[in-house]
């Protein structure tokens, strides 16, 4: 009988080639047994917090913490004070004036001698062509208010293009009572559609 070389049958034995099925098959194993671990676990130890999760229901009235204050009456001063702004700030008169009653929005840091350039952050109006300047208070509270008010140019300055213009005036109450105008902003509208078949 011949001896045979186990080492060369090996070597020149081909390899048997397994499915990549079979292949992947212990690592599915693997992940699906760490799966129902985890889940055996969350199920045990996940759902018992030890406290109960239940809204009771009551019939006592619901507690109102909202921190809108109450309205009160518009202060003559603040109306005063609108109306001093529109003559200096807005019309870019007397702008030191001005600047003692403007609030920290409208400021935006400027020292007073920025301040005095006239380079501020209210919207300027020919306040000289104005005819008619109504205002409507749209919320009035102890330390805060807003003001729409409606700059209503004469028929010589309309004539000219000055054109109506309506703004909303912001004002606040300072620690010290006194009230300064805060912002001061056009009120757009939304355009309106001409009407032409370009419109869609």
């Known amino acids: 009988m011949t001896d045979v070389d186990l080492d060369s049958v090996f070597e020149h034995r081909e390899k048997v080639r397994k499915p990549g099925w079979r292949k992947a098959l212990p690592w599915v194993l693997g992940v699906g047994a760490v799966a129902a671990v ?3 676990l969350i199920v045990v130890f996940g759902t018992n917090s030890g406290t109960s999760t239940k809204t009771p229901i009551s019939n006592a009235p619901a507690d109102n913490r909202s921190a809108i ?11 005063r004070v609108a109306k ?85 005036l912001d004002m606040i109450k300072d620690k010290d009572g ?7 902003v056009p009120r757009s509208s939304p355009p309106v559609p001409s009407g032409s078949s370009n419109n869609g």
């Open 178 to 184: 006194k009230w300064l105008v805060n912002a001061w």
């Open 84 to 168: 001093r702004f529109i003559e200096t700030a807005v019309a870019r008169k007397d702008l030191r004036a001005a600047y003692a009653l403007a609030g920290p929005q409208i400021r935006q840091g400027q020292s007073l001698k920025e301040w005095l350039t006239g380079n501020i952050a209210v919207v300027p109006y020919p306040v000289d062509s104005i005819s008619y300047a109504p205002m409507k208070i749209d919320f009035s509270y102890a330390k805060e208010a807003q003001i729409q008010v409606a700059l209503l140019p004469t028929d010589k300055a309309s004539k000219k293009g000055v054109k109506s213009q309506l703004f909303i």
């Open 38 to 40: 985890i889940a055996v």
């Open 69 to 79: 204050p109450n309205t009160v009456k518009l202060e003559p001063a603040a109306r």
